[in-house]
């Protein structure tokens, strides 16, 4: 097929599509097309994303047309063009068309030509009918695995539904601005000299009205902005960092948090990363934005292998979590993510704060960050860190006096608020040390 053509970018999205049912993340199935171009490499996302929002959907509807399952290459093509057809920005003929023509000039699934034809023309006949009576599957209506609507139900009670209708739609590309260069403010002025429009958002960010592919976004390149979510973006704000400060970002990769804090003060900061690939993520961020700070490539759990001794004052603990806040930017990770996940993380974040906490100094603070809105990961586990250190005390985040800040992913209006209205779900803990 021509490399120019929608069928082309079915094939990639369905190679894509196969990677992630054999476990991998998006992010990493589309990395795998080492020979897609950026363009290709955005549209691929844009169509994985896309069906991946409405995989429950394709399930059900797959399970209710197909009578015998065809080989896994046949059956990605014909999920992949399924998610096209509920996508009205599509056309249809054309998606049925491609897909078929895909099919026909692969070798490994050239047989399965009239299966993948009679299959989606089926369903673009009896769609209508197909989506009212897939709508009254709460999996299909939430698009989550039911293990995961019931904890989110735990969780957000009646806010649950809201909060599962965000996810299903694509989340806004906020940007952080790197206070070294100017104010949000300066920014935005210059954005919309060149006809883009942003609001501010929290103390250090923009929201674009319509988002751009990273490179077009101005002052990118040139290290005055960074992408990184307005909730993610009070870590460096809460942790408090001053001049001259020695800081820990005991899980740095891809080095947003690390950067903002230098952003923001003329600390001697170390940055850990376990993966020797992502602490090269690190090391490009800082390069791009113009700041330096010590990355290792080490396990934050084993200070006894990189720490030399001396305290530090500051320690940013962004712990890995189930990233269960994170669904709207990330929407494969609900199925991904198996129940016992939860507690085996939550095991690993409760090692790495007490293998951490030697390490602060008195007087020092260390922030406890997760990406997640489970109970578990959160206020369960720093009242349980509460109770089994000594010389711990909680301090209030931001100007609202709350020591454990749940932030629930939320996109709304919030004039004068404590937080910005517009985020991804977090768990912030302050705690000093004395």
């Not at 939430?142 to 739609?169: H, M, T």
Request: aromatic share 8%.
């Amino acid at each position: 097929m021509k490399r120019d053509s929608l069928g082309f970018l079915i094939k990639l999205a369905a190679e894509a599509w196969r990677s992630f049912k054999e476990g991998n993340s998006i992010e990493k199935a589309i990395s795998q097309n080492n020979y897609a171009t950026g363009k290709e490499r955005a549209a691929i996302q844009s169509i994985v994303f896309f069906s991946m929002r409405k995989k429950a959907l394709i399930d059900w509807v797959v399970k209710k047309l197909v009578s015998r399952a065809p080989t896994e290459p046949t059956r990605s093509v014909l999920e992949i063009s399924i998610g096209l057809l509920n996508n009205p920005k599509e056309n249809a003929y054309t998606v049925v068309n491609q897909a078929v023509q895909l099919v026909k000039e692969t070798p490994t699934t050239k047989n399965s030509a009239n299966f993948i034809n009679a299959i989606l023309r089926r369903f673009l006949r009896e769609k209508e009918q197909l989506l009212q009576e897939a709508g009254s599957d709460e999996v299909v209506k939430y698009n989550a695995p039911r293990w995961w609507i019931n904890r989110y139900k735990a969780v957000f009670g009646k806010e649950s539904e809201k909060i599962f209708f965000l996810q299903k739609r694509q989340p806004p590309m906020v940007l952080r601005v790197n206070r070294r260069k100017g104010s949000p403010a300066e920014i935005q002025e210059e954005f919309l000299r060149q006809r883009i429009n942003a609001q501010c958002i929290g103390l250090d960010g923009l929201i674009l009205e319509k988002p751009l592919p990273v490179d077009q976004v101005p002052g990118f390149l040139e290290g005055w902005i960074s992408v990184q979510d307005a909730g993610s973006q009070l870590a460096a704000r809460f942790l408090d960092v001053k001049d001259g400060m020695s800081v820990l970002d005991a899980c740095a990769a891809p080095g947003g948090k690390t950067a903002h804090i230098l952003e923001l003060a003329e600390a001697n900061v170390l940055a850990l990363e376990v993966d020797p690939k992502r602490a090269i993520r690190i090391q490009e961020n800082l390069d791009r934005l113009g700041f330096q700070a010590s990355i290792k490539v080490a396990d934050a759990g084993k200070p006894e292998q990189w720490w030399d001794g001396q305290p530090f004052d500051r320690i940013l603990l962004d712990a890995p979590c189930t990233a269960s806040g994170i669904v709207r930017r990330h929407p494969d990770i609900p199925w991904l993510r198996r129940p016992e996940d939860i507690e085996a993380l939550a095991k690993t974040q409760q090692y790495l704060l007490m293998k951490l906490w030697p390490l602060l100094a008195r007087g020092g603070k260390m922030l406890y960050s997760v990406c997640s809105v489970f109970d578990e990961e959160g206020p369960r586990q720093i009242q349980r860190f509460m109770k089994t250190s000594v010389g711990v005390k909680l301090m209030p985040l931001g100007g609202s006096g709350e020591t454990l800040l749940r932030l629930r992913p939320s996109q709304e209006e919030r004039d004068g608020a404590s937080w910005p209205g517009t985020h991804d779900g977090f768990f912030y803990a302050l705690i000093e040390k004395f």
